[in-house]
């Protein structure tokens, strides 16, 4: 995740990319800040890291997973089975560790700092 003091000040900058991004993630920060502790944890920032750096990547474990299209407790829900319990072949990729420095890098390239 990213610290929310350095998030702030990434996004006190002066350029176009930083005052739209404060302004349509700040609902999202400020419920983080309140119910997560000091790091907002931005998922899809994360997923485009990943995508444009892939060499960023520290740990990555491959899994089967589904997609819970009938069920009825939940719909949509992803599913991984992280212990190989149903026998399926693993079919996706999933990112446990990803260099942070690199991330935050990234982070602040986009946002024009």
Known sequence: ???????E???A??????R???????QTRLWS????GERWYAADALAM?????PEGA????SRPLNVELA?????????????????????????MAYDQGRFEAQVRAALGV
Do not use: M
């Open 9 to 11: 000040q990434w996004l």
């Open 71 to 95: 069920g009825v407790h939940s719909r949509g829900a992803t599913i991984v089975d992280w212990n190989r319990q149903t026998g399926q072949p693993d079919n996706t990729q999933l990112l």
């Open 58 to 61: 520290l740990r990555v474990e």
């Open 1 to 7: 995740g990213l610290l929310h003091a350095d998030v």
């Open 20 to 26: 739209f991004y404060e302004l349509i993630s700040r």
């Open 33 to 36: 800040e309140d119910s997560r």
């Open 13 to 18: 900058a002066d350029s176009d990319k930083a």
């Open 49 to 53: 890291a990943w995508a444009l750096q």
